[in-house]
């Protein structure tokens, strides 16, 4: 179980709306169990990188705004990431997808799978939507891959139906990036990063004019009960869940969601000095460079008991020329009454464009816009 709470989870949207008001579509998420190779999300970085950028067109009319998607909180099964409910095909198969902020694939476990845990996947003979691709793809996970072919089918997601969507059916894991309930991802990031240049899911319901504009919300809270345990807004976000105006700072590198850093505290004690991070929903933990993280480390106190929590420092992220607290209740993880900090050291290349990766332990305190459409990342106090 401890080794479980160590790794870092390297992973983390319905009917098409006739009238023209405008709308918003909320999804709720939920948090899954860990897999073993949650701690590679690094170097799945580094095996999706590709070169370019997505261009989008501002001129459009919509028929549909922001709506919401719940999301749950799967800790109480020592997991910690966020999942929420997609369907896909006619009839609809419902299917929990993890969203992922950190790449930007849409893939099921198909039924054809034989080493998928999903022991039900997406089944496309029984979908009259379905249109065949049969195009190949392979997306590496640290120690593995998993493999499969392209599909298109109908995609029902926070209430908006999306037709002629591509994606992909795994029928081969060498790893488990997700594991049950999850049967899938839903990548969030660009489309410069996504394997075979496959537009993703947001982005297509952006272009077929579904929703109003190319943005979106994630509110990740450590509630393990209740109906807002985890919030996806499609289309725009929720104000109703932060506090406070958002404070906006530009993405400097649009493969991910890469922003810039100043200093970074321990209680009082600066520990790194202007630099780069991505906030990324697919990570669990906060992670840097291990000299900055060993500092971070040296301060904390916090026993496997628990002990030493209530006494326990915060860290400070700057943003903008704003202080951005993290509390122990946010970098550290309750699981079965013990308690483990969720802060890991890594050292990337220098050709990556980041050192830090703001996990959901950042999220946790702050509700956070992914604005694809003006190139920024808007942050706020979450309720």
Wanted: with cysteine.
């Amino acid at each position: 179980q401890k080794k479980k709470m160590k790794a870092v989870t390297v992973l983390l949207l319905l009917a098409l709306v006739a009238t023209a008001t405008l709308a918003q579509v909320h999804i709720e998420i939920n948090q899954r169990n860990w897999s073993l190779h949650e701690q590679s999300r690094f170097h799945t970085l580094l095996a999706l990188q590709r070169d370019g950028h997505f261009l989008l067109n501002p001129h459009h009319r919509f028929a549909a705004g922001p709506v919401n998607l719940n999301l749950t909180n799967s800790l109480p099964t020592q997991s910690a990431s966020y999942y929420g409910a997609v369907s896909l095909g006619s009839p609809a198969q419902t299917f929990f997808f993890d969203f992922d902020t950190g790449s930007s694939n849409f893939w099921v476990s198909s039924s054809e799978c034989t080493n998928c845990p999903t022991t039900n996947g997406y089944n496309h003979g029984k979908s009259s939507s379905y249109k065949k691709n049969g195009k190949s793809f392979t997306i590496q996970y640290g120690e593995g891959e998993v493999t499969g072919f392209l599909s298109e089918d109908t995609v029902h997601i926070a209430g908006l139906t999306v037709p002629d969507v591509v994606f992909g059916e795994v029928t081969d894991e060498e790893v488990q990036p997700v594991r049950p309930p999850t049967a899938g991802l839903v990548g969030l990031a660009f489309k410069s990063i996504a394997v075979d240049a496959v537009t993703p899911l947001l982005d297509t319901m952006f272009q077929k004019k579904l929703i109003s504009e190319n943005v979106f919300g994630m509110y990740l809270s450590t509630a393990v009960t209740g109906n807002k345990q985890g919030v996806l807004t499609l289309g725009g976000y929720d104000h109703t869940l932060f506090k406070g105006s958002l404070v906006y700072t530009q993405i400097v590198h649009d493969q991910w969601y890469v922003i810039k850093t100043g200093e970074i505290l321990i209680g009082k004690e600066k520990v790194s000095g202007n630099s780069a991070a991505i906030v990324d929903s697919g990570t669990s933990c906060l992670a840097g460079p291990t000299e900055h993280v060993r500092a971070i480390m040296s301060k904390i106190k916090i026993g496997s008991d628990c002990s030493g929590f209530n006494t326990a420092p915060n860290i400070t992220v700057h943003i903008s020329g704003h202080p951005f607290v993290m509390t122990p209740k946010d970098y550290t993880l309750r699981i079965g009454g013990q308690c483990e900090v969720c802060i890991q050291g890594m050292n990337l290349p220098k050709t990556i464009p980041f050192q830090w990766i703001l996990g959901d332990s950042f999220m946790h305190g702050y509700y956070t816009v992914f604005d694809k459409q003006r190139n920024r990342l808007g942050f706020a106090t979450a309720k």
